[in-house]
């Protein structure tokens, strides 16, 4: 998504979707028993209306592309379930702030991972050293 669009584009999107994700299993099903103020409700229609008018201003210099839409949204939505499933494991009795920890410390290792690939490792690498070239120029 950020390949077709702006980061500052994308990001509300991404938070919005999420938190629409995170949300929806209260208000429709009533799963984890809480319920929303209207103050939430209405701060998040404000959310929700901010972001339109940010993804649809002709401000940036990429124009809107609709596949980088879906691609927040669905980013949005898998970062949501993550942190859905992340709070499922505190109720197991797991903590909170050790399942966090633990999340973060496979995530790490699933992009450390990547560098045991050659191909992958070659092209990190080389990127890194473009990206290091530009900043000390």
């Known amino acids: 998504a950020l390949e077709k669009s702006e980061l500052s584009i ?31 409700l209405f ?11 940010v993804a649809f ?16 949204v669905l980013s949005g939505v898998l970062l949501s379930c993550f942190y859905l499933l992340l709070k499922t494991g ?7 702030v050790n399942s ?9 290792l699933g992009g450390i991972s990547f560098l045991m690939v050659p191909a992958y490792r070659r092209d990190i690498l080389s990127a890194l050293s473009v990206w290091t070239s530009s900043l000390a120029g």
Do not use: C, D, K, M
């Not at 629409?20 to 009533?30: E, R, V, Y």
């Not at 701060?43 to 008018?53: D, E, N």
């Open 10 to 40: 994308i990001a509300p999107i991404v938070g919005v979707f999420s938190a629409l994700t995170a949300l929806s299993p209260s208000l429709l099903l009533g799963i984890f028993a809480q319920e929303v103020p209207f103050a939430g």
């Open 43 to 53: 701060s998040f229609f404000l959310l929700l209306l901010g972001t339109a008018l």
């Open 57 to 72: 201003s002709g401000a940036s210099t990429h124009s809107f592309s609709w596949s980088s839409f879906r691609l927040a």
């Open 90 to 96: 505190n109720l197991s009795g797991a903590g909170f």
């Open 100 to 108: 966090l920890v633990w999340s973060r410390i496979g995530s790490f």
